[in-house]
């Protein structure tokens, strides 16, 4: 059976995307020439605000005064939670050491980077667990300093949430500074902060393409675009709970793409019946965003049994992949393109996105097909390293040599050739890169 296609989106998630390009290429070079007194200028224009750019610990204490004692207790189970996955995805990576041929050892050291600069929105919707999210795992990593950047309201400054999220996960110093300005700040070290080594967090299409454009001068943990979902449900799901999540993740935006694959084309037209129920029923900005997602991004599949389900899944590579189903192993097996999976009804994205460990920095718009999400190990670099015997370099050195000298990189071969000469002045070898 093909797929058939209840509901087909009319956009996708870069339909209306705008060449940002140039804009966000010349308020970079702006501020890399003119420094502070340039960021804080653009600060004015696009955040509205002319606050002290770098939080004072007097103003973070009085920032998280303002946050409800069961908020904090909340974001502190998140945190936990956060830091104990991270915690143990650093245990998967491990400094090693190998004899490769006698004499000759090579390993691998892992080292986190120096300078981590995590972006938190905070425009349409405060996102605190961003902050945590980004934040505890550059700690988990070791790396040596941290900066949270967060954009700050008019008259406001940065969600007091944010701040106490962005404290007690471990960062170093608050940046009051939104979109490409907070982006360069760090990147570019002002205000007195060290120069990030790597960006990360999520951010609108603007952060997105300076990301993209520091790539290579500094590390990033992906170029995002707009969040997307898709669920996987057969005939065992309830129509109202997958219409519900549905509908969690298309409140994130209006190109938020949200997707719905099935076998069991029943329980698709009532998810399709539920859908604009449950999303009349959302506060206005909500109820704004996840009607134009559903309307104009949304997909509705029915497929002819679970291997095109999969395979269907797997084609559209989604930054969160929901699994309502029977047989929760076999998915589990069988899927191999996704950002996060949250298998069976019992969890679900904004578990993911909020409080239970995984993390919620996503590959989306199909990055899911090389790339993982943000983990402790994006802030790490694996380095290698070797040491040689002088017998152990001697077979190394040989081939060394002849490889070099067929590639005919001469002054290669040389620095073979004369360790050899060196450590074995009595013996002749063939160094040539042919049989004759």
């Given at each position: 059976m093909a797929?058939?296609?209840l509901k087909k989106a009319t956009l996708t998630s870069t339909s209306d995307a705008s060449n940002v390009h140039e804009l966000v290429a010349g308020i970079l070079n702006d501020i890399e020439a003119g420094g502070d007194a340039k960021a804080l200028e653009y600060a004015a224009k696009f955040d509205k605000y002319e606050g002290n750019v770098l939080l004072t610990e007097a103003e973070i204490e009085a920032a998280c005064a303002l946050v409800p004692e069961k908020l904090k207790r909340d974001i502190e189970f998140s945190h936990a939670n956060v830091k104990k996955f991270a915690e143990a995805q650093k245990a998967t990576l491990k400094d090693?050491?190998?004899?490769?041929?006698?004499?000759?050892?090579?390993g691998q050291k892992t080292i986190p980077v120096d300078a981590a600069g995590c972006y938190v929105p905070g425009g349409r919707y405060s996102h605190i667990a961003s902050a945590i999210m980004t934040v505890t795992t550059a700690k988990v990593a070791g790396c040596s300093h941290i900066v949270a950047c967060s954009p700050p309201r008019p008259g406001v400054g940065v969600a007091p949430a944010i701040v106490y999220a962005a404290k007690i996960c471990g960062a170093d110093k608050i940046l009051a500074m939104g979109g490409v300005q907070g982006v360069a700040a760090m990147t570019f070290g002002l205000f007195g902060l060290p120069p990030a080594n790597i960006l990360v967090g999520p951010g609108n299409q603007f952060v997105a393409e300076a990301k993209r454009i520091l790539f290579g001068r500094v590390g990033i943990d992906m170029i995002a675009g707009p969040t997307d979902s898709l669920i996987i449900a057969d005939a065992s799901a309830d129509a109202t709970i997958v219409a519900a999540d549905l509908v969690g993740q298309a409140e994130h935006g209006y190109n938020s793409p949200?997707?719905?694959?099935?076998?069991?084309?029943?329980?698709?037209?009532?998810?399709?019946r539920l859908v604009p129920i449950l999303i009349a029923d959302l506060p206005e900005l909500n109820r704004d965003n996840a009607a134009k997602a559903w309307r104009d991004y949304a997909e509705v599949i029915v497929c002819g049994d679970r291997e095109e389900m999969a395979a269907t899944s797997d084609d559209y590579a989604p930054e969160h992949l929901t699994v309502q189903a029977q047989d929760l192993d076999w998915w589990l097996e069988n899927l191999t393109c996704y950002g996060s999976l949250f298998l069976g009804e019992e969890t679900t994205v904004a578990f993911g996105d909020k409080a239970s460990g995984t993390n919620h920095v996503l590959p989306t718009s199909r990055a899911a097909t090389y790339t993982g999400g943000?983990?402790?190990?994006?802030?790490?670099?694996?380095?290698t390293w070797q040491r040689a015997t002088r017998d152990g370099a001697k077979?190394?050195?040989?081939a060394t040599a002849r490889i070099s000298?067929?590639?005919?990189?001469?002054?290669?071969?040389?620095?073979a050739d004369i360790r050899l000469a060196k450590y074995f002045p009595d013996e002749t070898f063939d160094l040539t890169a042919s049989d004759e």
């Open positions: 797929r058939e296609y090693i050491e190998v004899e490769i041929v006698p004499g000759l050892v090579a949200v997707w719905l694959v099935t076998d069991d084309r029943p329980l698709a037209e009532e998810v399709m943000l983990s402790v190990h994006k802030y790490m670099k694996i380095v077979p190394v050195a040989i000298r067929l590639e005919g990189m001469e002054g290669h071969a040389r620095t």
